[in-house]
């Protein structure tokens, strides 16, 4: 008898967002259903959207549109699901449309739609496993530590659409992550929309874990993670004057000398139009401080430029910071209205020449960085964590490099690995973002 219980599922978007789509899937499978690639097989598919810039949803729309024409029962979720009067006007045929971290009401939709037939599973044959459906490699995890965002940046939508910083437990992610540990994670990946506000919206409340008190704090979090001895890498972290507190733990080992900062720009004009923290030149201080406790502490960041209203002297500024400031990773995105956003309303728009220019510019500048500090890793020895191997050769990463956004590590070696392996490398050769090893075997 066929399985009519199948549901397709598409996940675009933001390590945040696949992990909403991990949370989805496991409930579902644990009610029974089964999910398919094919939306030949599926019986009903859902789309868990981006509604971030333009492209983003305009990918999302897209993704939505074929849904619905290879397979024609479609469940709309997601931030885009935020909007969803753009969706139901662009695809009145969707049968349901969900905002963003609404896990019941999706599979609420799943269940309204898709009743389950008498194919239902056995709970005693189908086990889940106890860390839920993963979409990323068995080695490395997200681990979403809040919701929303209480600031109210111009160019940013998100907190309309995720609502304001929502706190897990302590309790809860620390859960989480033994189960992620113990199913064999060895990197986990802590993200939010703003990592160094944890607990803020719980006054930084004392909870308990294991009958042992930890503090709802971004100190608190980080000194518990380290207990479980795997690599800990932070994301999205705003350098608000307590993420001083974590670069001892770096310097101990404790936690990745790694943090991802979204600075945006440098100028304190454009940061005040951004509505975002406009004390650059502390910034840049704080990041001298830091590398000097943490030597090795890889900064990555994303900067905007073509901002409106953004002269030849705001940029120069920019560029001028990203010189003195060297940072390790550096995204950098041509300003796009987005619908909604503030920013919108902001006079002197730049032209798309002007936008592409000067993102060259800052790209040059950049790479030559990236290039340079990439170089002085020659004839060092580094760790790195398998991603990929063969007999030939082993794809890994530093602990400079996140997944899928950062560099990777090239590796010879004489030995079989296998992902989620830590190995010594020997650095030998470097380009503008990847380095070239042997390893140490």
């Known amino acids: 008898m ?18 909403d789509s991990e949370r989805i899937l496991t409930q579902l499978q644990r009610d029974g259903y089964a999910i398919t690639p094919s939306y030949d097989d599926a ?15 305009d990918e999302s729309l897209s993704a939505i549109e074929e849904a619905l024409e290879k397979n024609g029962k479609v469940i709309v979720t997601g931030c885009l699901g935020a909007q969803s009067d753009l969706i139901t006007e662009k695809h009145p045929k969707v049968l349901a449309v969900t905002g963003p971290h609404a896990y019941e009401h999706v599979v609420g939709q799943v269940r309204e739609h898709l009743p389950l037939s008498k194919l239902e599973h056995n709970p005693f044959i189908d086990l889940l496993p106890a860390q839920g459906v993963k979409l990323t490699p068995k080695h490395y995890s997200y681990l979403k530590i809040s919701e929303g965002c209480n600031h109210k940046c111009s160019f940013c939508i998100i907190p309309s659409m995720r609502g304001k910083l929502v706190s897990r437990p302590i309790a809860d992610i620390l859960d989480e992550a033994q189960r992620l540990v113990t199913s064999g994670t060895k990197e986990l990946l802590v993200i939010s929309q703003d990592t160094s506000a944890y607990g803020v919206d719980q006054k930084y409340s004392t909870g308990f874990w294991q009958g042992l008190p930890v503090k709802t704090n971004m100190k608190g979090l980080c000194e518990a993670l380290a207990e479980f001895n795997v690599w800990i890498r932070l994301h999205y972290v705003y350098p608000y004057p307590h993420v001083d507190e974590i670069i001892p733990l770096m310097a101990e080992g404790k936690v990745l000398p790694y943090l991802d900062i979204p600075f945006q720009h440098a100028s304190p004009k454009i940061l005040k139009a951004m509505r975002r923290p406009a004390a650059t030149e502390n910034t840049l201080q704080r990041l001298l401080r830091w590398k000097k406790l943490v030597p090795d502490i890889t900064v990555r960041s994303t900067f905007i430029v073509g901002f409106p209203g953004e002269t030849e002297e705001d940029f120069e500024e920019l560029l001028s910071f990203l010189n003195n400031a060297q940072l390790d990773r550096v995204g950098c995105f041509k300003y796009s209205a987005v619908d909604g956003a503030d920013a919108n309303k902001l006079d002197t728009p730049l032209s798309e020449e002007v936008k592409q220019e000067r993102w060259e510019r800052f790209m040059e500048l950049q790479q030559s960085i990236s290039k340079k500090k990439l170089a002085a890793k020659i004839g060092t020895e580094i760790e790195a964590i398998v991603d990929r191997a063969d007999t030939e050769s082993i794809v890994a990463r530093s602990t400079g490099d996140a997944p899928e956004i950062d560099g990777l590590v090239y590796v010879e070696s004489s030995r079989n690995h296998k992902p989620g392996d830590l190995i010594t490398v020997k650095i030998v050769a470097s380009d503008e973002y990847d380095l070239y090893g042997i390893a140490a075997d």
């Not at 066929?2 to 992990?19: T, W």
């Not at 019986?43 to 949803?57: L, P, Q, R, Y």
């Open 43 to 57: 019986n009903i598919v859902v789309v868990n959207t981006c509604g971030f810039i333009d492209s983003a949803k």
């Open 2 to 19: 066929q399985n009519e219980n199948k549901v397709g599922f598409i996940s675009l978007g933001c390590p945040k967002a696949l992990v």
